[in-house]
């Protein structure tokens, strides 16, 4: 059996390579150069973000059936990967936040900035299908930290090689695209 806490780690550490709050993340490392106050915004805004989006998985799992359950699931994965190939737009110099503390403007930018994104709809679809939802919710807020945690600290290296995202994106869409045809291809079984 696949245990819910890697699966939700590893499915949220692809699809937040090359997302606009890992860019967030070198942005506010650049600006504040304080990576533990950030790193632990990162981590608080996730955690309520993520158990709030698995908690409407759970609510959502218990009005769909199990075959209407595999549908909803490998199209949301096969729309997550359509999604990662599209870019997210990032101004260079525009600042998305004023300074009040490194802590406090990294929590409540992530907080916003991942409200409908892929990482908490990928979230939402993980806790529907996985149990129990503290594994989801704890996986998916390692992926990420493991995906945000070497942006904030190697910010510099990563924002003078940008280009690299780019086919990141191309990587991350291709597995969604895979564990969506693997979740259709059991729907009709």
Known sequence: MIDAFLVSTGVVAIAEMGDKTQLLALVLAARFRKPLP???GIFAATIFNHFAAGWIGVLLAGFISHEVLRWVV?????AIAAWALIP?????????????????????TFFLAEMG???QIATIALAVKYQPLWQVVAGTTLGMLLADVPAVFIGNWISARMHILRYVRFVAAAIFALMGVLALAGAGS
């Open 38 to 40: 950030i790193v632990a």
């Open 74 to 78: 490998g199209i949301g994965f096969l």
């Open 88 to 108: 997210d737009q990032y101004e260079e110099g525009e600042s998305p936040i004023k300074a009040h503390g490194a802590f406090i403007a990294t929590a409540m």
């Open 117 to 119: 994104d892929k990482t």
